[in-house]
């Protein structure tokens, strides 16, 4: 096996585990609201172009950004949780 052939295998399983990862968000109940993290990332500017993380909803063509609403939430728990945890000690 030369080295680019196991380039590419690692490159396949990255994308692999990040689309697994991101197909169990749309299963995750974060504790921030969706529309909280919808309405603060359109006010900030957020836009990503990234399909991997557009779903549509009921199968229209008005795309929703599900799966990077809950990535940020997950991402922003996380960080509360951290700044709660500190403040305890």
Request: aromatic share 8%.
């Amino acid at each position: 096996m030369n080295q680019n052939q196991g380039g590419n295998d690692a490159r396949h399983d990255d994308y692999s585990a990040l689309t697994d990862f991101l197909a169990s968000l749309i299963d995750y109940t974060s504790t921030i609201p969706n529309e909280l993290v919808e309405h603060y990332l359109g006010k900030s500017g957020f836009q990503c172009p990234d399909v991997r993380l557009l779903s549509t909803k009921n199968g229209s063509q008005q795309y929703r950004v599900i799966k990077k609403i809950r990535l940020v939430a997950v991402a922003t728990q996380k960080f509360v949780a951290e700044v709660v945890g500190d403040a305890r000690q």
